[in-house]
């Protein structure tokens, strides 16, 4: 069973920094990392994506803050967030795309259940 469980986050002050921890299990093959965050009522957008090739790329509004890094075995994946914005509040959520250990042949995405981050003015 695919399992993404985000820790970390909550209440920061802005200009403080902050890493949510996100837990993967259950895959054969990831091909694809990613954090993406939701504030109500907008759509949900992607702050860190790796690809298959293992290249990170950062939405512009994140990018020389927030640091994306994993482990070789892709069963944790650490977002830092430095330099944070009260426009940085949001639920981060993980998401991977890979082919699951059991059951159907994939690939498939997969998200957590995610993590607010609230940043302070």
């Known amino acids: 069973q695919v399992q993404l469980t985000e820790a970390g986050g909550g209440l920061v002050q802005a200009g403080g920094s902050v890493g949510v921890t996100c837990a993967i299990s259950?895959?054969?093959?990831?091909?694809?990392l990613g954090w993406y965050r939701q504030v109500p009522g907008k759509q949900r957008e992607a702050v860190a994506l790796?690809?298959?090739?293992?290249?990170?790329t950062y939405s512009d509004s994140v990018k020389g803050r927030f640091t994306m890094t994993r482990d070789n075995a892709k069963t944790t994946v650490l977002l830092q967030m430095n330099s944070l914005k009260p426009e940085d509040s949001a639920v981060y959520y993980c998401?991977?795309?890979?082919?699951?250990?059991?059951?159907?042949?994939?690939?498939?995405?997969?998200w957590g259940q995610g993590t607010q981050v609230t940043v302070s003015s």
């Open positions: 998401h991977a795309n890979g082919v699951p250990r059991t059951g159907s042949r994939g690939p498939f995405n997969f």
């Open positions: 790796e690809d298959s090739g293992n290249k990170i």
């Open positions: 259950g895959f054969n093959t990831i091909y694809s």
